[in-house]
């Protein structure tokens, strides 16, 4: 009979066999980082879903300003200083732009 331990039953001891505090350190530290990679993936997601909610918000809100200018008369928009033509340039600019979106900036390439 072979008196060698196949890795099955080597895997079956394992629990049993006395740990030291190396083996424990190693433990410690990977439940440590995978926390903390589950709590950077969970900002991840959170902030992708804040950003789609505020992009919502923001578009929501440009179609209502344009609406609401849309429905003034001609001399109304004109006491404004707005034209006709200028009502949805009008509600883009009521709308903050994101700090990295620098059209000015931007060339051809």
Known sequence: M???IISAEAALLMPF???????DEI???????RRARDAALA????GFFRGLRNA??????RRETIEQL????????ADIGISRSGIVAAADAS???????????????
């Open 2 to 4: 072979n008196s060698r």
């Open 17 to 23: 066999a006395p740990r030291n505090d190396k083996a």
């Open 27 to 33: 433990a410690r530290l990977i439940a440590e980082a």
């Open 43 to 46: 900002a991840r997601i959170s």
């Open 56 to 61: 919502l918000t923001a578009m929501r809100a």
């Open 70 to 77: 849309r429905s003034l008369t001609d001399r109304e928009l």
């Open 95 to 109: 709308l903050p732009s994101a700090a990295n979106d620098r059209v000015e900036i931007r060339r051809a390439a």
